[in-house]
């Protein structure tokens, strides 16, 4: 892959990754602000905003078929997103809770380990703060797992847990969108 690739392709939809990032943070900083909210509240959101990412995610691999040579990648994750997210609307509330915190948990090891691949990627391309991506994206993945590793035992610690993973993830997708646009203005030049 050269850099021509890039030309008039993916970097147009720098704005992508920015509306993702922002629906990430703003779910992580409701979930550390709310913790008396209800599980089941927080279960609708999250599915609600699954669905929202999953339909921009498509929209992102539909757009770059004949651009970008690993568009299949944005396109599946897309589908598992819009799935996951009506699957969640679909379960009784008895099972909702449990599940949720447990999709929570395996969706941000998912798009983390998603994530750090486009970075890489990105890291061929361009050097410049690929450190600071690949750093935010490993502090998810750490906390997903400390996640996982006992999401009913921790109480509070959920939410701290659950607000933190998607703030960084958040924070990545917002500095790959502040990439993607630098080099759609380089190439432009």
Known sequence: MENFTFKGGITRYWWMP????????????????SPDSSLPVLAYVFA?????????????????????PG???PLALGLIEIITGIWLFTLPESMLIVT?????????????INAICESCMLY?????????????????LAF??????????????????????????GCYRIALSAK?????HEIRL
Not at 124 to 130: A, I, V
């Open 124 to 140: 061929t391309y361009s050097s410049g703060m690929t450190g600071w991506l690949l750093a935010l994206l490993l502090v998810t």
């Open 180 to 184: 993607l646009r630098k080099l759609n």
């Open 71 to 73: 568009w299949g990648w």
């Open 18 to 33: 920015l509306i993702t990032g922002l629906l990430s943070i703003a779910i992580g900083i409701w979930c550390l602000c």
């Open 100 to 112: 949720f915190i447990y999709t929570v948990g395996v969706y941000l090891i998912f798009i983390t």
């Open 48 to 68: 609600g905003v699954v669905i929202a990412a999953g339909i921009v995610n498509l929209a992102f691999a539909i757009a770059n078929t004949r651009i970008m």
């Open 144 to 169: 997903a797992v400390i996640f996982l590793a006992g999401p009913v035992v921790g109480g509070v610690a959920v939410w701290l847990y659950i607000g933190i993973s998607f703030i960084t993830f």
